[in-house]
């Protein structure tokens, strides 16, 4: 039977092999999530000893105990990560479950930070965590896209994503035993720069804008699209009936296809803003295409044409310069802050839950005030949902003013002190509480305060009963108040 065990802080497996103790170190510290993450080595390990399909040449090839064992370790046969990781990418771009646009990334991604490194000719098989750790060393040194920067976390971690999903499916393959990226953790990123239009600068950019310019960054800031999708809309996907827009694609430089999620394909509310512009706008187009933004031959728009437009307004309204996504951020901020429902704030952005919106737009969300309880408490009072009426004593109690002076009230405390205490007094002294609460020293003649005689109310109602056989905490008895006396 094999087990997790550390020593000195590094996990390893140990289990009976041909008759001798065997012990292998797994390259993890000792801690909660790495023995978590270790549990399924173990489990796979146990079945194959079980079974006597146990490999350990193949599943230890650097392993110490090989020759004590009276193995030799083979050439390995794994392919190199190379040839696999091409390997893998155009198998899912021919089977379909990666796009065009996503397979270009990976080339991109796998071309320049992985073919280039050092592990490119290593076999699979001889790769561990410490490569991949040696590997993300060696990025975060390299320089980024502008000018003397460093590649940065969000980039990097795209690399490490991309070697987990090779080692994963060459792990199902038996190509190799583990997944050496599971044990490397992804760097820490920076939270996504959201800096939203605010209305006064919708209003000057807008002011710039004119004809179909005018109508795109209406409808990419006031219904929330997504560039691609708003160059894949077509005159049949806006529906001025029933005052919503469909999405239905979306266009990338390698053609049409579907949205980026299945929530994606959604039917965003138009406002009578993007309403009056999309009129408008099919009255430009006419018949010279079927989509509803074009150029001059009647061909669809390409993101560079619109990022081009969109930093030549931000210069003519002297704006500062953000990436045109903002108007998407822009979209969700202004709802938001409205105090419209975040549930149908993800549904008009096309995300599967509020765990987006929460994440990133917190802090434009509307605090609510008073108007959301009382309306609630109308809808209460609708269905015949009213508080019971008060009690007298109660409602004097809360429409009464203290009378007492700074002295009255620090007599009232040491009264109350002393109530408080009589759990421990014995059942022949009940009747100095009444005493101590009612009258107050200094009040005789006068109307005592209402605290005296709601403390008189109460000392006389405290109901000192004798000791049970189980005595409880306190040892003395129970003290409990009875009904008010008519």
């Known amino acids: 039977m094999a087990r997790l065990e550390s020593d000195h802080g590094r996990l390893l497996v140990s289990f009976q092999f041909r008759g001798k103790r065997c012990r292998e170190y797994v390259g993890l510290s000792d801690s909660r999530e790495n023995r978590r993450a270790t549990q399924k080595l173990l489990r ?9 399909r146990f490999d350990y040449v193949s599943r230890f090839p650097q392993s110490g105990n090989l020759e004590r064992l009276g193995l030799t370790a083979s050439p390995s046969a794994a392919p190199a990560l190379a040839e696999f990781g091409k390997q893998w990418i155009e198998e899912r771009r021919a089977a ?24 490119a000719n290593e076999p699979l098989d001889a790769i561990h965590d ?20 460093a590649l940065g976390p969000r980039r990097i971690n795209m690399v490490r994503g991309l070697l987990h999903a090779i080692f994963v499916t060459a792990q ?21 720069a959201v800096d939203p239009l605010t209305l006064e600068e919708v209003r000057s950019l807008l002011s710039v804008a004119t004809g179909q310019e005018h109508a795109i960054f209406t409808v990419l800031i006031f219904a929330g699209l997504r560039p691609s999708e708003l160059l894949a809309l077509r005159r049949q996907d806006i529906s001025f009936e029933r005052g919503v827009i469909i999405v239905a694609r979306n266009l990338t430089r390698f053609g049409e296809g579907l949205p980026k999620t299945s929530y994606s394909e959604r039917e965003v509310d138009m406002l009578a803003l993007v309403r009056a512009v999309l009129t408008e706008q099919q009255v430009r187009v006419g018949l010279k295409s079927t989509s509803v933004f074009c150029d001059s031959g009647g061909l669809p728009l390409s993101l560079k044409e619109v990022r081009s437009a969109w930093f030549r307004l931000l210069r003519l309204a002297r704006l500062r310069e953000r990436p045109l996504y903002q108007c998407r951020h822009t ?4 709802l938001l802050s ?4 975040p549930l149908y704030v993800a549904h008009q952005m096309g995300h599967s839950t509020v765990a987006m919106i929460v994440r990133h737009y917190a802090r434009w969300t509307r605090k609510p005030d008073r108007s959301d309880a009382e309306r609630v408490e109308r809808s209460l009072a609708a269905a015949g949902l009213v508080p019971p009426k008060m009690p007298e004593i109660c409602q004097k109690v809360v429409d009464s003013k203290p009378t007492g002076g700074h002295d009255d009230r620090a007599k009232v405390r040491g009264i109350a ?10 059942s022949g002294r009940r009747h100095q509480i009444a005493n101590l609460a009612y009258p107050l020293p200094g009040t005789e003649g006068s109307n005592p305060s209402l605290s005296a005689k709601w403390l008189h109310f109460l000392a006389s109602s405290i109901v000192i009963k004798p000791p049970s056989k189980r005595p409880d905490r306190c040892g003395w008895g129970q003290v409990g108040v009875g009904s008010m006396k008519s």
């Open 172 to 192: 199902r393959r038996k190509v190799v035993s583990d997944n050496p990226v599971a044990y490397v953790e992804k760097l820490r990123e920076r939270k996504s």
């Open 130 to 149: 410490g490569h991949i750790n040696a590997l993300i060393g060696t990025l975060r040194s390299k320089p980024g896209v502008h000018k003397g920067s």
């Open 44 to 52: 796979e390990i146990e079945l194959e000893l079980a079974t006597g």
């Open 338 to 341: 409205e105090g419209l429902n």
């Open 96 to 119: 379909g479950r990666i796009t065009d646009a996503t397979a270009y990334d990976y080339e991109l991604l796998f071309g320049a930070h992985v073919l280039s490194s050092e592990i």
């Open 331 to 334: 979209h969700a901020t202004l």
């Open 417 to 426: 002190r002393k109530i408080g205490n009589a759990e421990r007094w014995p």
